[in-house]
């Protein structure tokens, strides 16, 4: 900017030019003089002495004046011209507005006219600025920093009691050193003044902002709090406390800066002729820094309330923006030092989060909690307060905090009800008593162990004896614990006891009161669950001896609570009111008892323990000394034994039970049948769970030991029995589905337990061989009695043979379902139905037999086609004859084969007289069962005339009674046999062709061979 101005004379551009070549730390006092002083141009001078900012303030302040002192010449000019001439006419004063009117214009018309005094002017203006920063910035590098300890000073503090310390005074002062600014002083005369201040605060060099203020007050006021928000909200008010807003507690009202500018009076170039200069348009060759902050200004003092607001505010945003409530604390307490006044409840508010967040214990994940904030705590309803206290409380130290933080919150809103003109003197235990009706246990444990009865009433927590009942019984009857008896009986141990006589009214109110309450404890759609607040609502109103009354309850209860728990079948303690009067609830609860004892994995394995256990179990079911039932009181003795027995079985402590059974003292005295009873009614339920069939291992094995525990009996054998026989019908490998084995619980569910048996058969080739293990197994399938279930079973060993083409076998077996079958028929009327089933089964079974094409042996057929004809119903006779005809042709064919080979036949004609006359006999017989007339068969074979003449009378005696009418299909013709099988017979045709066959069937059986 200097080089645009020219010098007059040779030694004046040697100069300049000199000045020009300068680097700015080359420049000293003496090079100024020797550089400017000669040069005559005063703007140039003065434009150079503005253009350079220097590092060492006395050579910055040596050009400083010097630029000063050249623009007094164009000041004493500007001045003259302001000051005017006195002699003006009075005519052109008139036309102006005002004196300082015209003074501006006189001036103005100057500075068109002298543009270089105009620029002089501007030029001072700027270097008197300067020259205040300047001073500003020595005085805070001499008075207003900070020192900074070296490592000496430090090691010297940890001799706090040096005898020496005096005399080390003077060292340990030389070995601090000021902390320098962390601007330059070409930056620091470089930035505008409200930049310089809002940085310094922000760097926390308070002193200096101090000193900006009191200097630079009357440009920084209206900015105060624009400089005040760039202070770290982590800084303590009683560090930056010069600076915060006072109040006048006469006026109520903010006080303004005490201002102590570097010159009290300003210069004209700052007044009128700034306001002259800025009515014309002059290039500026320099101006001021300006400030980038453009704050909301604030140029008049605030009211009380506006101040109220701002500290209000300010705290707000440092608990918002990092949450150091030390530093909240301490601008609340410097504004209350102050006089200021509506800051209480902030100030109660910002202690009690203090406490929270420093006082209470916290988990390590909540150490950096998101919502503690001022807004958050102020939304906190109390009762959620109160639990933001104590959430991580513990049993050891839930009642010091309580003492230490909840109760002084407590006191805090009881004094803003009574400030707010809404007195609550129960809102304090109304608190407290919520939040121990939600507690844990463990925590409420705590608390009644700091509100003993015994302690100090000043030391204790909960200082009313019948609360202290109520809050107890609203607490463990409201609970779901089922693994906190210890700590419940703790609970109960540091409650009051009152000696209270009752009579018989009192103690049956009481009564009432308790049953009223296991009703209230039902669930039900509306209240699903009482919770333990819902119980002292309850409790609330009861007096002195209910409460006394449901103390003794609660004792006995816990002691239950606890032998349940003892044997693995815990349960709420509210079970035992809900159960008093209901025994279909005790009787399942001590089945559960006496059956989870022995089925945990720490099932119990002595002797003594079962004892122990049933020691219990008849205790709960007396009364204890207090007179109050247990909790199986609806239970008998003899119940309880039975039930004991059940669980001591399905636990497999079978040699235990024996013992207990048959001891010397009979520790269980039950009836034989009863224990009888119990046995089958175990091994059945481990039957019935039983997975494998096999009774050498698992629950199978278990319900076939079961049954030794009883005296023998026929229940008790015929069930041995069956588990036997599924043992060898899983042993055959009988599937329920393709993959899947059969399970013991089907088949004892199979209706028809003979269907088992065929399955037997058809899936195993060769068990029909083995005829006595079969019906072994009918046996033992609880069948043994039944002979038609013999029969059956014989006819699908006999059916079974046949299929395998094992016809000798096939026979024997046929004889011994005659044998049963006949048997029954001559025990039984032939009206009885197992009669008819046996002998149906029994004559279908030899039918089949007797007819089969390959079966070879003919006189066998025709004794089983005989024993067919001896156990059909009449309705089918006909066809047994029909078949007996077919193998007797078969028969007469071969033989007279063998004739005209001439074969000995004598062997076989005997063979076939007897067996003609069984056929007679049997027909016979037959025949009177059909109310025949007596054809005299011989009992040996006849001729061929008397045969067919017999054959004939018999024929029509028969037919007139045999019923053939249509009757379709036939069931038992031949598989070849076409024709027969598939005609049909109506009317006379049917009568004739039954006429015939039966002519036929006679004839043969008469001994006729045409």
Known sequence: MASSFTAATSSEKDLCKLWMGLSDDQITPELIRQCLDPITDDLWVTAACAERLLEDPVVQRSLLETGLQRTEPALHRSRAIFEGDEEEEEEE????????????????????DEP?????????????CRLDILNTFVQICEQALPLQETETDRADDEWADDPWEDAALATSSASQTKVSLPLLLPEFLNIGLVDLACLLASLEFYAAVGVLVRRHGLYLWPYRFAILENIPEQALASEYRELLPKIDVTLRREVSYRAEPWRPEGDRTEGVIHAALEAIEIPQLLELPRDTVQPVPYSSPLNENSL???????????ISVTGALDSALSLVQHAASQGLQGLDEIAEDLQLLSRLIYDVPHSDDSALHAEWSLDWWKSLPPAAAVNAFLEHATRDNVAKLVQKVVNPYLFVLEARQERRGHSDPELPRRLLYGYILQAPLDIVAGVFEASKPTLPPAQRLLRDDEDMARLALSCLYGSDKLDEWPTMSQIFECLPAWNITEDEDVADEADTTMTSLATYLVPSTSQPRVTPADLYIFFRPLPLTALSRALDFLDVHLESGEIFSRWSVPTPLRWFLQSRDNVSEQRAWANRMAHRAGGTEDSLQSQEDWEWLLEDMLKLSGSGESGLKGAFCLLGREEILRIFLSGLLSSGQFGVARNMLRSHGKILMLDPLAVEEICLSVSQEFYDNATSGNYHFGDMKLAYECLDVPRPSERILREKEFIEATSRLCAYNLMSRPGIPITPIEIRLSKDRLSLVSRVLSSNGEAYKHVQVILELVHKLGLRDDVVAEVKTLAMLTDTALNADDFDRAYETSEMMVVKAQGLRA????????????????????FQLGRHPEFEDTDKKTIMLGRAMELAPAETLGDVLSAWHRLEAEDLAQRREKRRRDTPASDGSRKKASTQTFVASTL?????????????MPSSPLAHSDAAALAGKAFHSV??????????RSLFSQPGDRSRSSSRFEGGEASAQATRVLQKGLGWLLGDES
């Open 93 to 112: 004063r008139s036309r102006l507005d005002t004196e300082e009117q015209r003074r501006r214009n006189a001036l103005a018309s100057h500075f068109k």
């Open 116 to 128: 270089a005094d105009a620029q002089l002017c501007r030029l001072r203006a700027i270097l008197l």
């Open 308 to 318: 109220v607001e701002w500290y209000q505010g300010r705290i707000q945003h440092i």
């Open 827 to 846: 025990t039984s009327s032939a009206d009885d139905p197992k009669v008819q089933q046996a002998s149906e089964v029994s004559w279908v079974s030899c």
């Open 924 to 936: 016979a017989s037959r025949l009177q069962q059909l109310h025949m007339p007596d054809l005299h």
């Open 959 to 968: 037919a007139a009674n045999l019923p053939f009418g249509g009757r379709g």
